[in-house]
């Protein structure tokens, strides 16, 4: 046993402190960026928010509405083989199909840009074999893989032929792996760190988890990261949230027709949200939970919030204030011109006393 005794920072411990600037307006910040990856060598142009591949917020439906703003969909890894074949409307190289270790199927569907290869844990050696396999056969795909929080296997898994490393463990809104096994680290720390490593190799990160509010993805992006992977920030909109996951409020509306009442509706308030290691999910696609697990997430209920575009637009209008506030004319500039201010827990019990 040994303690480290450094410092880890999280979103919450830390403020974004503004700068001189010579940006008149908020539409100047250009959140676009062109990224061109270091084993498959390929380039893309995207605002590189990403919504996460669970089943309440990954869909075909959020995907049509992400490709529109330039972003990225993780598809969850739910969908069949001959749904992603036949998916309409969609573009491929902003939708991109998730995968299990070892689900890789023998054909990936044609014209996907970019696969996800997800493990809650990917320290295991066999996860890094696994990466290595799916570059040998598929050399000229973007691969994102992980999840991780610590510089050295992020330096790993881009040897083993990633492009992309998911950085986070037990951050996620949904997530309970820190309350059952004690396993994490903190975000902004993580983000920091991991950072370095890949950029230091050509590589890239997608910090994957613990944002609540727009705040949180600026710090992420000034933190270093290259993408910002969103769960719970984009769940409970109309793109994402089948009828059986809607909880209606006791009062109901009345419906009439002229002066004529005939009859009235429950109105939805709420919306179903659950982790993909929760006890819903395992019960939902795994018929269970195994007799050697415990579930390691959670269900939730977050207000409905209706169409998936008003908070892309909330987010994207924040992350393009902040750059305004530090002189950052272009997304890829926030980290440089970020300079982050240490709260104390006094102070962030003040500011997040809304929830």
């Known amino acids: 046993m040994r303690i480290e005794n450094d410092l880890k920072l999280d979103f919450d411990d830390v403020l974004i402190r503004p700068k001189r600037s010579s940006i008149h307006s908020r539409k100047e910040p250009e959140l676009r960026r062109t990224f061109t990856f270091r084993n498959c060598y390929q380039s893309i142009s995207v605002v590189p928010i990403i919504a996460s591949n669970m089943d309440t917020v990954g869909t075909f439906e959020a995907a049509k509405v992400m490709q529109h703003q330039y972003m990225l969909t993780f598809l969850h890894k739910f969908y069949k083989h001959e749904e992603l074949h036949a998916i309409n409307n969609v573009d491929r190289n902003y939708a991109w199909p998730t995968y299990g270790e070892g689900d890789i199927p023998p054909e990936l569907p044609p014209h996907f840009y970019g696969i996800r290869l997800d493990v809650a844990n990917g320290y295991r050696e066999s996860f890094v074999e696994f990466v290595k396999k799916v570059r040998g056969k598929h050399p000229h795909r973007i691969i994102a893989a992980g999840n991780v929080c610590t510089p050295e296997i992020t330096e790993e898994l881009l040897l083993a032929g990633a492009d992309i490393i998911c950085i986070g ?6 997530c309970t792996t820190r309350l059952k096994t004690g396993i994490g680290y903190p975000q902004l720390s993580a983000i920091i760190e991991c950072a370095d490593a890949a950029h230091g190799l050509g590589g890239h990160i997608a910090s994957d988890g613990g944002c609540r509010y727009p705040a949180d993805v600026c710090k ?58 929760s006890k819903t999910a395992m019960n939902k696609y795994h018929g269970g939970i195994a007799d050697y697990r415990s579930a390691e997430g959670k269900e939730t209920l977050i207000p409905y919030r209706g169409e998936l575009r008003n908070t892309l637009e909330d987010i994207l209008g924040g992350l393009r204030s902040c750059c305004t506030y530090v002189g950052a004319t272009h997304l890829k500039h926030l980290t440089k011109r970020a300079t982050f201010i240490r709260t104390n827990a006094t102070h962030n019990t003040h500011w997040r006393n809304d929830e």
Do not use: W
């Not at 463990?169 to 949904?174: K, L, P, S, V």
């Not at 209606?248 to 009859?263: K, M, T």
């Open 169 to 174: 463990i037990g951050c996620g809104g949904q």
């Open 220 to 277: 992420a992006f000034a933190a270093g990261a290259d993408f910002v992977v969103l769960g719970s920030m984009l769940a409970g909109h109309d793109e994402n949230t089948r009828d059986e996951n809607i909880v209606y409020e006791e009062e109901e509306a009345q419906v009439s027709i002229g002066n004529e009442l005939i009859g009235s509706i429950p109105m939805p308030k709420y919306a179903k949200v659950y982790g993909m290691s």
